[in-house]
């Protein structure tokens, strides 16, 4: 997902985007939806089945 379409889901969740890193923007979003804030963290397998991330997440 490229950075425009992140900030616009961010702002749609609350979250003022500023000049978030990418990783730290898509934490917050996690963190917002309930998820836990993991981007960029999992190694070859990833718990957070409802994570709209999950994918981008594991093929980093």
């Known amino acids: 997902m490229k950075m425009i379409d ?5 702002k749609e969740l609350g979250i003022r985007p500023g000049k978030m890193k990418k990783e730290d923007l898509i934490r917050a979003i996690q963190d917002k939806e309930g998820n836990f804030p993991c981007f960029g963290s999992a190694i070859e397998h990833c718990s957070q089945e409802d994570c ?9």
């Not at 709209?52 to 980093?60: G, K, M």
């Open 52 to 60: 709209s991330w999950r994918e981008d997440c594991l093929f980093i």
């Open 6 to 10: 992140i900030k616009a889901k961010a």
